[in-house]
C-alpha cells in the first residue's frame, strides 16, 4: 500500500477529533443541531490549524444519512466525502483558481439541486486569493443563495477579503493551536504509529510547528523518514537545522558560567548540522526575554518559549539588566547579520560578549592607554570574584612584576626563533585533539619570548581567561613544547594589557633592581636605552604602535 502521509492518515474524520478550536466546534454543532444553519461561513486563521478540515467535517455533518452520530464517516457520502469524490461537495484552491471563469462556472452550478446529498457545500481555500472580479461575482451569490447551498470561504488573511464578502458570513476565527496540544496529538501519532519519540524532540516538532497541527504532522514525517523509529530531538535539529530548547538553555547556562570553551564547542556543534544562526538568534533573543518577563510579573501564562522553572532558573542565574543587556546584545548581532557574509562569526562575538555582560563597562575594542595619561593598571587574567561560584575554570594567576621579569628576560630573537618554530609545526599537524585550544592560540601574536616563557597576545580577555585556564594552560604548554622543541610557560595576554605593559615597561624604564632579572647577557644593556630595548622586545613595529 502506498505511504500515506501522517497529516492525511490521522486528519480528524469527527468533531471530537478536531484540537485546538473547542468554540468554533461547539458553535457549529450547535447550528447543526438547532438546524439553524448560516449560508456562509467565513473560516479565518493560520494555516494548519484546521479550517478545511473543519468545513469538510461540516460538509459531512449534513450531509451523513445515517440516524446515530454524525457525521459516521461510514456512510457512502461521509466516505466519498472523505476521499473529495462526493459531486455536492466542491473544493475550490482560490490561490491556483482565482479567475472568474471558475467563479461564473460555480454560480452556473449554484442553481443545480445537489445530486446526492442534501446540502451543496462549496469549499473555497485561500479565498483572499481571488482577484476582485471574481470577487464580485462570488458576491452576487452569496447575496440571494438558494436554500440548499452553503459557501465554507476559507482564509489565512482575512484582512485581504472585501468587506461585502466578510459582512454576507459567519466568521469563525481559528486559532494557533497550543504547543501542549499539538505535543499531546504528536504522541497519540507516535504510539499509534509505534515510533518512539522523545519528549524533547516532541515538543521541539511542536515549536517548529508553530501552532500548525497539519505542519507538526508533516515535521514528524519527515523525521521519521531521516530517523526512522527512534525520534531525538537532535536528529529533530538534524534535519530542520535547529537548536533543541534544552540545548538553548544549555547556551545560557555556558554563558554564566563563563566557559567559552564548551560554548564554543557548542556552537561548532550546532553549526555542523546546518544551523540557522538568525534563527538560533532569535530564539536565544525571546528566551531572554522570558526571562526579564518573569522577572517582572512571575507569571507562566506571559511567557512565549520558556515553562515557569526554566524561566525561574533563567531569573535566577541573570540579574534582569543582565538579561536585558542579552537581548540588545542578540538585536545588535542580527542587525549585523544582514550585511555579514559570515553571520556565525558575530554569533559567536555576541555570544562571547553576553558572558561579559555582568562586568561593566562592556568589553570593545581594547582603549590604547593615551600617551600622557598614567597608564592605568589591568588585572591580568585573574577573573572578577562574584558570588557565583565558579564551576569550571581556574585561573593561573600572575601580576605585572612577573610579566615584567619575562619581558626582561626576553629578547627578540628567541621570539623569532620561537615564531618560526611555531609556524612551521603548530598548525601542520596537530600534536592533540585540542582542536579549540589551537583555534584559541593560532590568532594570537607572540608579544615576547624568553628562554623559559612566552607571553601571547589574543584578541579578548575570554580568550586569555581560557588559555589561562590551568587546564587548558597545561595543554597548550605541550602544544606549544611539541613545537619548540623545549618546554616553555605560557602566559596570555589581551592587546590591551600589552599596551599597559609596555607603557608599565617603560615606566620602570628597563631597571633591573627590582625583580630578579634572568640572562647575564641581556643585563649589560644600559638602563637608558630602554627604548633600544623595546625595539629589540617588541620590533620596530610594535613600538612603533605604542607610539603613536
Ligand atoms: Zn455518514
Redesign the pocket.
Known amino acids: 500500500m502506498a505511504y500515506k502521509a501522517l497529516y492525511r492518515k490521522y486528519r480528524p474524520s469527527t468533531f471530537d477529533e478536531v484540537v485546538g478550536q473547542k468554540s468554533v466546534v461547539t458553535t457549529l454543532l450547535n447550528a447543526v443541531k438547532t438546524g439553524k444553519l448560516a449560508h456562509a461561513y467565513l473560516f479565518c486563521g493560520p494555516r494548519g490549524t484546521g479550517k478545511t478540515t473543519v468545513a469538510k467535517l461540516l460538509a459531512?455533518t449534513i450531509n451523513?444519512?445515517?440516524e446515530g452520530e454524525?457525521?459516521?464517516?461510514?456512510?457512502a457520502?461521509?466516505l466519498e466525502i472523505q476521499e473529495s469524490t462526493f459531486p455536492d461537495v466542491i473544493e475550490l484552491d482560490a490561490a491556483s483558481n482565482n479567475g472568474v471563469d471558475e467563479v461564473r462556472e460555480i454560480i452556473e452550478k449554484v442553481k443545480y439541486a445537489p445530486l446526492n446529498g442534501k446540502y451543496k457545500v462549496y469549499i473555497i481555500d485561500e479565498v483572499h486569493m481571488m482577484t476582485s472580479s471574481a470577487f464580485n461575482a462570488l458576491l452576487k451569490t452569496l447575496e440571494e443563495p438558494p436554500e440548499y447551498c452553503i459557501f465554507i470561504l476559507a482564509t489565512t488573511e482575512p484582512h485581504k477579503v472585501l468587506p461585502t464578502i466578510i459582512s454576507r458570513c459567519q466568521r469563525f476565527d481559528f486559532k494557533k493551536i497550543d504547543h501542549q496540544v499539538i505535543e499531546g496529538r504528536l504522541k497519540e501519532v507516535c504510539d499509534r504509529e509505534g515510533i518512539r519519540c522523545e519528549d524533547e524532540a516532541i515538543a521541539l516538532i511542536a515549536e517548529l510547528a508553530d501552532g500548525g497541527m497539519r505542519d507538526s504532522l508533516s515535521i514528524l514525517d519527515q523525521c521519521i523518514a531521516y530517523a526512522q523509529n527512534d525520534i531525538t530531538a537532535e536528529k529533530v535539529g538534524e534535519v530542520y537545522g535547529v537548536a533543541s530548547l534544552s540545548e538553548k538553555i544549555e547556551m545560557f547556562e555556558l554563558v554564566r558560567k563563563k566557559d567559552a570553551a564548551r560554548l564554543v564547542d557548542k556552537i561548532n556543534d550546532i553549526s555542523s548540522r546546518g544551523l540557522d544562526v538568525q534563527r538560533l538568534t532569535m530564539d536565544l533573543l525571546n528566551i531572554a526575554k522570558d526571562g526579564v518577563v518573569y522577572n517582572y510579573c512571575h507569571e507562566e501564562s506571559a511567557l512565549s518559549v520558556l515553562n515557569g522553572k526554566q524561566a525561574k532558573a533563567l531569573s535566577v542565574g541573570f540579574s534582569n539588566s543582565q538579561l536585558l543587556r542579552f537581548v540588545e546584545l542578540l538585536v545588535e548581532a542580527q542587525i549585523k547579520y544582514r550585511d555579514a557574509s559570515n553571520a556565525l562569526t558575530y554569533f559567536e562575538v555576541c555570544l562571547l560578549k553576553m558572558m561579559n555582560a555582568d562586568e561593566e563597562p562592556v568589553i570593545r575594542e581594547a582603549p590604547r592607554p593615551a600617551r600622557e595619561e598614567p597608564a592605568r593598571p589591568i588585572p591580568v587574567a585573574v577573573p572578577k570574584a562574584t558570588e557565583e561560584p565558579r564551576e569550571t575554570a581556574e585561573y593561573v594567576e600572575y601580576s605585572d612584576e612577573k610579566l615584567y621579569e619575562i619581558l626582561i628576560s626576553a629578547n627578540k630573537a628567541i621570539k623569532e626563533q620561537d615564531k618560526a618554530s611555531i609556524a612551521g609545526a603548530l598548525f601542520a599537524s596537530l600534536p592533540f585533539e585540542e582542536n579549540r585550544l589551537v583555534e584559541l592560540v593560532k590568532g594570537a601574536d607572540i608579544m615576547a619570548s624568553s628562554p623559559g616563557n612566552i607571553i601571547l597576545v589574543v584578541e579578548d580577555r575570554l580568550k586569555a581567561n581560557t588559555i589561562n585556564e590551568k587546564k587548558n594552560k597545561k595543554k597548550a604548554e605541550e602544544l606549544f613544547s611539541s613545537c619548540l622543541g623545549k618546554g616553555k610557560d605560557l602566559y596570555a595576554i589581551t592587546g590591551e594589557q600589552q599596551s599597559y605593559m609596555i607603557d608599565y615597561f617603560k615606566a620602570h624604564k628597563y631597571q633591573p633592581a627590582k625583580p630578579a632579572p634572568a640572562p647575564a647577557a641581556e643585563k649589560k644593556e644600559e638602563p637608558s636605552e630602554s627604548d633600544e630595548k623595546l625595539i629589540n622586545l617588541f620590533g620596530k613595529d610594535g613600538y612603533d604602535v605604542v607610539e603613536e
Open positions: 459531512k451523513c444519512t445515517s454524525r457525521p459516521c464517516g461510514r456512510c457520502n461521509c
